[in-house]
Structure formats: structure tokens, C-alpha cells
């Protein structure tokens, strides 16, 4: 290797689709800041910073509550790997990719799973998953809150009650939701929940939130078996988050810097007017879809605001709009997963990339490119 490499420039792109999402300015600025030593006082200052942040977001008083190094399904390997034990049972309801990903870490866990479905693009049965809970006594349930393969928010607290009623303990996917929607950790009675950095929290991936209860930490510390991932297991992350201070992973500081700036940002617009916002730009991209004869797969009680599925027009080849939409105006979407794949596709309003004026760019690039195809058939 003589030659000069050439250097990574990559064009702008406008993030619309199920995620990563756009990024502030104030944020790329702070992960520009130097690494520090994982056990700096400086770098214990900003973990303990971030952790009142974090049990607002899911507004939770949780003690264990800290920052997995990895992306949200290292959030979601964590609850399940360290809750289930060899043998144990869990109910994992299934509406989507999301929920399947979730079945399929259950059983690396050594745990039975008995997987409750629906169609994607439906809620869960809430009476399958209880009737489930009652035929099979899990030691915990796990659902997703926004199924963002799908468009779906799933009711949390009807499972929840009951599961709790019966020293289930309850594991909730906030992937998506936490910070675009509300989330409600303890109003709930939700035992572990997860997210990531790269949705509605508006930093890049590699991080994820996660929170657990007392009930879950009890369950954890008394396992007959080690958790099977050092790099993930809660005990050891709890001690390094915790007063002891004791080495586990070399935590990347820039990473976790992006965060704090990225929450800082959160709680400067406020939980509700960020609510408000996701969900008024998402009813204004159902608005223009509708004037350019397009809708979305999602019933309308149970749309998520950040994650809109959008019906494919017969005849119409959906990846190559995508792809269109890209190397024209430089706007990314998501294509439909599973039963939605070539079906949908799925714009994503997340965070930062939650504006007016992105709502306004998809829109036109879309009418544009639909406009082009038609004069093409007709
Ligand atoms: C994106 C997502 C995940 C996985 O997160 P990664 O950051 O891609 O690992 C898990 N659950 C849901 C609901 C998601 O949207």
C-alpha cells in the first residue's frame, strides 16, 4: 500500500428513515471532544450527569439506570441475558421485526420462550399475552412500546398490571419512543426498559439507556448461573457506574459526551413540546401524503408519531423511489422489513430530523418522483 488513501467525504444526507437520525450541530461538536480516561474524575463527572437525565427521560426513579456501551440491541441483550436464567420462561409478544429479535435472544439465554403473535401492523392481543402469563407462570414478559418496523405503539399498562399482579417481571423495547413519545417507566410498572441513542434522542449510535427496577436487580443478583456476556452483564456495569468505580470496559468518552449534549437539548426544548412536535409533524406528513394520494399501513389509533409507514402505489417499484429520493435530494427513508418488504416504506421523523421544513422536502421529493413515474406509464 503505496498510494494515498483518499479521504472520507461523504455528501450530506438528510436522515428520514427508521433510524440513525439527524444530528445537532451542538452535538457533533461535543463527540469532537478529546478522549478522556474511563476513570478520570472528569469522565465520572459527566456518567454522574447523565444518570438524573436519563430516570427523567423515562421517568423513572430507578437507581440502576446508566449508558450500555452498544448500540439499542446490546440494551435489548442485556434486560433479557440478565434476567433469564438457564431454564427459566418468558412470553414475548410478537407484532413485528423488532419483537422476533427479541424472541431470538430469549432462547440464547437458555431460557424457555413462548412467543405470542399477531399480524405485523397490529397491537398485541393484551388477553393472548395474559392468558399466556397464566398458562405458562414466565419469570418475565417482554413487548416492544414502538415497533418501528411496523408503525405500532403498543399499550404498555394493561400487560403490565397484570404481569405485576403475578411477580412477573416486565421488560418494555423503548427504542424508538423514549423521548419522541411518552414513556412512563414507574407510572407503568415496567421492570427494565431500553432505548438508544440514534432515534428520537438526536446523537449518534452506539449507545444505549437502560433502567431497571429493584424487583429486576433482585432478580439478577440472586441467578443460579453467571450472565452469559461478561460485556454485558449488569452486576459488573452496576459497579462501574456505582460508588465502587470499578474498571469494566474502556467507555468512550466522546460517545458518551454527544449524549449529554444531545439530553442537554432534550430538556432545553422540554419533554412535552418535544412530544407535541413529533406529533404534530408527523399529522402534517399525513396531511401532504394524502394531497399527493398517498396514506399510511397504520390504523389511526395506534400510529407512532416518529415512524410512518407509507403504502407503495400499485405498480410502482419502491426501492427504486428510494433510491431516487437519495442520490436526487439526498433524502434517506427506510424500505418495509418482513411482510412490509417492496410494500411500504417507512419514513422516519425522529428527533432532530423531526422539522417543518424535512416534513416539506420528503414531500416534494416524493410527489416529484411519483409525478416523473406516472408521465413514464401513462
Ligand atoms: C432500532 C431498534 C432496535 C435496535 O437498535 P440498534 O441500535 O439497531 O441495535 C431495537 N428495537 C427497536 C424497536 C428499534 O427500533
Not at 24 to 32: F, G, N, S, T
Not at 197 to 212: N, R
Not at 268 to 296: D, T
Request: aromatic share 6%; charged share 25%; proline share 6%.
Amino acid at each position: 500500500m503505496t498510494t494515498r488513501q483518499p479521504e472520507f467525504a461523504p455528501s450530506p444526507r438528510l436522515l428520514l428513515g427508521p433510524g440513525p437520525s439527524a444530528v445537532p450541530e451542538r452535538v457533533l461538536r461535543a463527540m469532537a471532544s478529546p478522549p478522556l480516561g474511563h476513570l478520570d474524575p472528569q469522565y465520572l463527572e459527566l456518567m454522574d450527569r447523565l444518570r438524573p437525565l436519563l430516570r427523567e427521560l423515562f421517568q423513572s426513579e430507578n437507581e440502576l439506570t446508566l449508558v450500555m456501551p452498544g448500540t439499542g440491541t446490546s440494551g435489548m441483550e442485556a434486560c433479557l441475558l440478565n434476567l433469564l436464567d438457564v431454564g427459566d420462561k418468558a412470553v414475548i409478544g410478537v407484532n413485528g421485526y423488532f419483537g422476533q429479535r427479541m424472541v431470538d435472544i430469549g432462547w440464547r439465554s437458555g431460557a424457555e420462550v413462548i412467543a405470542v403473535e399477531r399480524p405485523w401492523g397490529e397491537t398485541l392481543d393484551e388477553d393472548a399475552i395474559l392468558e399466556a402469563i397464566e398458562d405458562h407462570r414466565p419469570k418475565l414478559v417482554a413487548f416492544v412500546h414502538a415497533e418501528t418496523s411496523t408503525g405500532i405503539r403498543q399499550p404498555v399498562e394493561k400487560i403490565a398490571r397484570a404481569a405485576r399482579d403475578r411477580g412477573v417481571l416486565v421488560v418494555v423495547d423503548c427504542v424508538t419512543s423514549l423521548g419522541g413519545c411518552p414513556v412512563e417507566i414507574d407510572r407503568w410498572g415496567v421492570d427494565a426498559a431500553y432505548s438508544a441513542s440514534q432515534k428520537c434522542l438526536g446523537a449518534p449510535s452506539g449507545l444505549a439507556p437502560i433502567t431497571l427496577s429493584e424487583r429486576a436487580m433482585e432478580a439478577i443478583f440472586s441467578r443460579k448461573t453467571p450472565v452469559r456476556s461478561f460485556y454485558l452483564d449488569l452486576s459488573l456495569l452496576a459497579r462501574y457506574w456505582g460508588r465502587e468505580r470499578v474498571y469494566h470496559h474502556t467507555a468512550s468518552s466522546p460517545l458518551l459526551a454527544a449524549l449529554y449534549e444531545a439530553l442537554r437539548i432534550v430538556f432545553e426544548e422540554g419533554l412535552e413540546a418535544r412530544f407535541e412536535r413529533h406529533q404534530r409533524q408527523h399529522e402534517a406528513l399525513v396531511a401532504g401524503l394524502g394531497e399527493i394520494g398517498l396514506s399510511l399501513t397504520t390504523p389511526t389509533e395506534s400510529r407512532l408519531p416518529m415512524l410512518n409507514p407509507v403504502r407503495v402505489p400499485a405498480g410502482i417499484d419502491e426501492a427504486d423511489v428510494r433510491r431516487e429520493l437519495l442520490t436526487e435530494h439526498g433524502i434517506e427513508i427506510g424500505a418495509g422489513l418482513g411482510e412490509l418488504k417492496g410494500k411500504a416504506w417507512r419514513i422516519g421523523l425522529m428527533g432532530a430530523s423531526a422539522t417543518d421544513n424535512n416534513v416539506m422536502l420528503v414531500l416534494g421529493a416524493l410527489k416529484k418522483s411519483l409525478a416523473r413515474r406516472s408521465l413514464r406509464t401513462a
